[in-house]
């Protein structure tokens, strides 16, 4: 596996990647695999909606831990409130093993994957210099 060409090409997209590009890849990662735990939910495959739903919280926190608070200003304020209430209700659905919850952060994380777009749209054009 050492010389697993797929892998270098990965790792190569994570080293080469924008913060927005960054950014993206990890809300895109919380919705493939909130997705993934719903599907093994709905087949009562505990083991992997547990797994699945274990990865998503680590992305979360990651999200969370990387917040700038000083600079974000409300913002950011907003954004880890809503990211520890995403985390909470992970808890919840994995404990409970309840897939209208995972359904609710799917929603929670879908919408926010639409306003960083926005929001990337938005710098890009505010800052066209700096387009990728």
Request: hydrophobic fraction near 40%; avoid cysteine.
């Amino acid at each position: 596996m050492r010389n697993n060409p797929y892998q270098k090409y990965k790792n190569a997209q994570y080293e080469t990647a924008s913060q927005e590009q960054l950014l993206m890849m990890l809300i895109n990662g919380t919705i493939k695999f909130s997705r993934q735990a719903k599907s093994a939910l709905e087949t009562k495959d505990i083991e992997i909606a547990n797994n699945k739903l274990k990865r998503v919280q680590a992305i979360i926190n990651e999200l969370m831990v990387t917040l700038d608070m000083e600079k974000g200003g409300d913002i950011a304020e907003n954004l880890y409130n809503l990211y520890e209430y995403i985390n909470r209700r992970l808890i919840q659905a994995n404990i409970r093993k309840d897939l209208e919850i995972v359904e609710e952060v799917l929603e929670l994380l879908q919408d926010l994957k639409d306003g960083f777009e926005d929001a990337i749209i938005k710098l890009k054009k505010l800052n066209p210099a700096k387009n990728v």
